[in-house]
C-alpha cells in the first residue's frame, strides 16, 4: 500500500545544531508540504512544494528550508536549530487534483 | 480563501449524529469546504468535501447550504474514536495550500 513516513519520530537536538526531518510519500504525489504544530497555533505552513526542483515559502519558513530532487522526498533542514523550532512537525502530500491531503505521523523535535 | 468560524468545542453521546457547524459566510464561488480531523498525536486525516451539492462518503455527511455561507459534518453513528479536533477549511479550487484554523474539539461521551 501506499504511505507517507516520517523520519525519526522523535528528536532531541541542541541549540545551533542542524537538524534534517525526513519524509518520504510512495502516493506518486507531486505535492509536498511541511507544517508545524504548536499548542496554541494549530498547524502553520512552512515550505512547499509542486514538484520537483520546485520549493516555495510558507508563513513561517524563516530558519528552515527543503528541496526537491525527487518525486518521493522533501527533506526539511533547520539551519541552526533555535529553542523556538520545538514543536511537532507534519508532512502531507496530494495528488495534481489535490482533492485530499495525506499527512504524516509527525516528528516531535526538541530543540534543548 | 475564506475564513471559517467553528464552535471551539461540541460533546456528543456515542451512537448519536454528530453534527458540527461551519460558517464561511465570505466564501467565493470557486471555493471548495474541506473537512479534516486530527485525533490526538496524529496527523490531520481527510474526511471530506464538496462545493454546492451535499456529499456523503464512508466515514460521513457534509451539507452545504444552498446560499454556501455555512456547513455542518455529520458522523452519522459517533462512536469513541471519532474523538478528535475537527477542521473546517474553505480553499479555491486552483489552490494547492491548505490553511488550517482552530478546528472544534469533539469529545464523544460513552
Known amino acids: 500500500d501506499a504511505e507517507i513516513t516520517q523520519s525519526p519520530r522523535h528528536k532531541i537536538t541542541e541549540t545551533g545544531r542542524q537538524v534534517t526531518l525526513a519524509c518520504h510519500q510512495t502516493w506518486n504525489h507531486n505535492n509536498m508540504f511541511w507544517y508545524r504544530q504548536d499548542l496554541g497555533h494549530g498547524l502553520r505552513l512552512i515550505h512547499y512544494s509542486y514538484g520537483v526542483h520546485d520549493t516555495n515559502k510558507g508563513e513561517v519558513s524563516d530558519g528552515y528550508s527543503v528541496s526537491r530532487s525527487n518525486t518521493e522526498d522533501l527533506p526539511l533542514t533547520l539551519e541552526s536549530a533555535a529553542s523556538s523550532q520545538t514543536s511537532v512537525y507534519f508532512c502531507a502530500s496530494s495528488d495534481r487534483q489535490n482533492y485530499g491531503y495525506t499527512f504524516g505521523s509527525g516528528t516531535r523535535l526538541t530543540v534543548v | 480563501d475564506a475564513k471559517t468560524t467553528q464552535p471551539p468545542s461540541m460533546d456528543c453521546a456515542e451512537g448519536r449524529a454528530a453534527n458540527l457547524p461551519c460558517n464561511h459566510s465570505?466564501?467565493?464561488?470557486?471555493?471548495?469546504v474541506y473537512w479534516y480531523r486530527q485525533i490526538h498525536s496524529q496527523g490531520p486525516q481527510y474526511i471530506i468535501h464538496g462545493l454546492k451539492n451535499n456529499e456523503t462518503n464512508e466515514m460521513a455527511s457534509l451539507i452545504i447550504t444552498e446560499d454556501r455561507k455555512s456547513s455542518t459534518l455529520i458522523l452519522p453513528h459517533a462512536t469513541l474514536r471519532d474523538t478528535a479536533v475537527y477542521y473546517c477549511i474553505v480553499r479555491a479550487g486552483s489552490a494547492r495550500q491548505l490553511t488550517f484554523g482552530s478546528g472544534t474539539q469533539l469529545t464523544v461521551l460513552p
Open positions: 465570505t466564501i467565493s464561488g470557486n471555493e471548495y
